[in-house]
């Protein structure tokens, strides 16, 4: 199965979905702990309208892991189990570390019960192959042409993007 995808945040206020040519929408959500995207709900709505598979995601700061995933969390909670959560891990916050990584992603699967993906640049992602943090982790490379899917085992699977 192919699936076609986009990525949008308040920069995309008012993007029409309906002609865009996608699967699904990625939606940004929150920032830190103190910023929520004001284009999310009117997105969220706009995707699902058109039949568009939806998924939110969190942009990553500098500080607390667990305090961005629970601010993440309490701002999302009505959408939980209504699509993919995603971690959005680029910036100055890769610089802390993996371990910072896999706090937010385990603390919000503890919180909803859903295991979030993460969002990473190619770049990034080579230089994790192997850690721990992409085990049981869905990798999405933006700017590429494929999702690779790890698993425990590190079995790889490839879905071809247009």
Known sequence: MVLNGIDVS???????????????????ATEGVGYVSPACNAQTASAQKV????????????????????YFVNNISNYVHHGILMLD??????YQGVGWAKAWLDHVYQ???VRPIIYMSKALF??????????T??????????IIVLVTKLIRGRITRA
């Open 10 to 28: 308040s920069f995309q206020t008012g993007i029409n979905l309906s002609a865009v040519p996608s699967d699904f929408v990625f939606i940004k």
């Open 51 to 70: 039949g568009k598979k939806v998924g939110w995601y969190h942009f990553a700061n500098v500080g607390n892991a667990v305090q961005q995933a629970d």
């Open 89 to 94: 891990w680029e910036a100055n916050a890769v």
């Open 111 to 113: 919180r909803t019960g």
């Open 126 to 135: 080579i230089s994790m192959i192997g850690h721990q943090l992409l085990l």
């Open 137 to 146: 982790t869905v990798c999405f490379l933006p700017n590429t042409q494929t």
